[in-house]
Nanobody, 124 residues
Framework: QVQLVESGGGLVQAGGSLTLSCAFNGRTLSAYTISWFRQAPGKEREFVAGISRSDGYKKYADSVKGRFTASRDNAKNTQYLQMASLKPDDTAVYYC?????????????????WGQGTQVTVSS
């Protein structure tokens, strides 16, 4: 059974930074592509960033390019999302998701396992 556990969310002022962690338990992290999604109140879940399981290719949503950085540590079975220059529009519950897919996709249904989410709130 695969389990994903996010941590690192919180309240931060606009322009600040946070780093989210996604601990992957149960199987080998390198067998899965892990992506980050977020969902704000009243909005659909949207893709944020992901890392390919095969070659480390990274994909980012246009809204976070240049501000967010995804990374993974296979030895620690953990993936990270470093968020900088945060904006109030970044406020959402952030989820990590794992799928046995070659590369990150923006489609939530392609991911089999999901974490419980961590709240990120950016104040203006």
């Amino acid at each position: 059974q695969v389990q994903l556990v996010e941590s690192g969310g919180g309240l931060v002022q606009a322009g600040g930074s946070l780093t989210l962690s996604c601990a992957f338990n149960g199987r080998t992290l390198s067998a899965y592509t892990i992506s980050w999604f977020r969902q704000a109140p009243g909005k659909e879940r949207e893709f944020v960033a992901g890392i390919s399981r095969s070659d480390g290719y990274k994909k980012y949503a246009d809204s976070v390019k240049g501000r967010f950085t995804a990374s993974r540590d296979n030895a620690k079975n953990t993936q990270y999302l470093q968020m900088a220059s945060l904006k109030p529009d970044d406020t959402a519950v952030y989820y990590c998701a794992a799928g046995a897919i070659v590369a990150p996709t923006i489609t939530p249904s392609m991911y089999t396992f999901w974490g419980q989410g961590t709240q990120v709130t950016v104040s203006s």
